[in-house]
């Protein structure tokens, strides 16, 4: 079974970047799939930020994409974001998750990230 | 891309069915056969209930049953059940490896 896990900072300060990371067990980051990342802004809807596939193209969601970067280390079997110049408006929690067919199928639990001074 | 449109809000009573719809355009829903669904309880992270507008992940009901008519899929629960309460996404793949949610419905069991 495919258990996702997040971890970085819970609170980031205005102006800042934001760090997370997601540790993959139960399957091989090289093996295959998507793995992205999505948010969830207290009280509101889900956003996919981007994905990144194994060999480490990715795609980012275009309202964000001047800011964010995903990448993939196979030899940690993780992959990250950072998300620069954070605002109030990127507090969320953010979830980590890998793709079957077209389809986030593993989630992670997910990480609150709260931005403030 | 803009979010795909779902109703706020839906409810029935137990053992009544209740459908939600997530409206996009050619380029999302109606493009590709790729709409996924996902129920949230609070607190939790979202559950897949549907892919590929109409399949099943292995576990799932088949109380829950999706289908998609042009720019709009929808998501039917039947035989609703307390722990079906909860907060429903629909998801759709958009072209270039692209993603896009809807705005999420809560449903309601009376």
């Known amino acids: 079974q495919v258990q996702l896990q997040e971890s970085g900072p819970g609170l980031v300060k205005p102006s800042e970047t934001l760090s997370l990371t997601c540790g993959v067990s139960?399957?091989?980051?090289?093996?295959?799939?998507?793995w992205g990342w999505i948010r969830q802004p207290p009280g509101k809807g889900l956003e996919w930020i981007g994905s990144?596939?194994?060999?480490?193209?990715?795609y980012y969601n275009p309202s964000l994409k001047s800011r964010v970067t995903i990448s993939v280390d196979t030899s940690k079997n993780q992959f990250s974001l950072k998300l620069t110049s954070v605002t109030a408006a990127d507090t969320a929690v953010y979830y980590c998750?890998?793709?079957?067919?077209?389809?986030?199928?593993?989630w992670g639990q997910g990480t609150l990230v709260t931005v403030s001074s | 891309q803009s979010a795909l449109t779902q109703p706020p809000s839906a409810s029935g009573s137990p053992g009544q069915s209740v459908t939600i719809s997530c409206t996009g355009t050619?380029?999302?829903?109606?493009?590709?056969?790729?709409v996924s669904w996902y129920q949230q309880h609070p607190g939790k992270a979202p559950k897949l209930m549907i892919y590929?507008?109409?399949k099943r992940p292995s576990g799932v009901p088949d109380r829950f049953s999706g289908s998609k008519s042009g720019n709009t899929a929808s998501l039917t629960v039947s035989g609703l059940q307390a722990e079906d309460d909860a907060d429903y996404y629909c998801?759709?793949?958009?072209?270039?490896?692209?993603?896009?949610f809807g705005t999420g419905t809560k449903v309601t069991v009376l």
């Open positions: 998750s890998r793709i079957y067919s077209s389809a986030w199928y593993f």
């Open positions: 139960g399957n091989s980051i090289s093996s295959g799939f998507f």
């Open positions: 990144v596939y194994h060999s480490g193209s990715t």
């Open positions: 050619s380029s999302d829903v109606g493009g590709y056969n790729y």
């Open positions: 590929e507008v109409s």
């Open positions: 998801c759709s793949y958009a072209g270039s490896s692209n993603y896009v």
